[in-house]
């Protein structure tokens, strides 16, 4: 299975500022999913980022609040603009094994904390 | 529209006990996939297995058995002996083959397993 690194693992941000995300995956994938865990919750999907076109966003989550970029078949990045301590969750990102309905496998997680 | 249902929100049970975890869903698609994944407290996801829907032959991986039943629409993994190293959130997704976004699971709300020494 790829092998995904995030970084950061782990950050403590201030209120108001933003940060940005990366993951890089070992080998070509068409498509990389972001998801949010808020604390003591279930994962949920903020995005989907396909090499060379927009990210495509889920109901609650909106561009300028997590800009995404994609730049490569084997990397990506999601910012978390103007951080509240709502946002304090663990983001994570993904890549399906294959074709559809093959596994998501995902990175470590980067765990935010705003203050 | 899916939904995965992880009814038992914590679980505690004692070292070599067995123990069931429930995952009840619901689709309009026929065919869709499920899966179950594991998170030890360290965090990292770990993929346990996945079933299609037209596979409901029962699993058994070592310790590790699952339940598909499409007349139930329930997918119940079952962990036989359990260890102390068992212990984690485990979560049960799904995938629809019609959904817009290819590969994108929906999870349910996990069930907290805790295995006592």
């Known amino acids: 299975s790829a092998v995904i690194s995030q970084k950061p693992s782990r950050d403590i941000c201030q209120r108001g500022t933003s940060l940005t995300i990366q993951c890089q995956v070992d080998?070509?994938?068409?498509?990389m999913f972001w998801y949010r865990q808020q604390p003591g919750q279930s994962l949920t999907l903020i995005a989907t980022?396909?090499?060379?076109?927009?990210?495509?966003?889920e109901s609650g989550f909106v561009i300028d609040k997590f800009p995404i970029s994609r730049p490569n078949l084997t990397f990506s990045t999601l910012t978390v603009s103007n951080m509240s301590p709502e946002d304090s969750s663990i983001y994570l990102c993904?890549?399906?094994?294959?074709?559809?309905?093959?596994?998501?496998?995902f990175g470590n997680g980067t765990r935010l904390t705003v203050t | 529209a899916q939904k995965v249902t992880q009814a038992q929100t914590e679980i505690s049970v004692v070292e070599k006990e067995d123990v069931t975890l429930d995952c009840v869903y619901e689709?309009?698609?026929?065919?869709?996939?499920l899966f179950w994944y594991k998170q030890p407290p360290s965090g990292e996801l770990v993929f346990l297995i996945r079933?299609?829907?037209?596979?409901?032959q029962n699993e058994i991986s070592g310790r590790y058995s699952w339940n598909f039943q499409k007349s139930t629409s329930s997918f119940n993994f079952t962990i036989t002996a359990s260890q102390v190293v068992d212990s984690a959130v485990y979560f049960c997704?799904?995938?629809?083959?019609?959904?817009?976004?290819?590969?994108?699971?929906?999870f349910g709300t996990g069930t907290r397993l805790t295995v006592i020494p």
């Open positions: 993904s890549v399906a094994a294959g074709v559809r309905g093959s596994p998501l496998h």
């Open positions: 080998s070509q994938v068409t498509m």
């Open positions: 980022a396909n090499q060379g076109s927009e990210a495509t966003y």
């Open positions: 689709t309009r698609d026929t065919t869709y996939y």
């Open positions: 079933r299609n829907s037209f596979d409901e």
């Open positions: 997704a799904l995938s629809e083959a019609q959904q817009t976004g290819a590969n994108n699971l929906f």
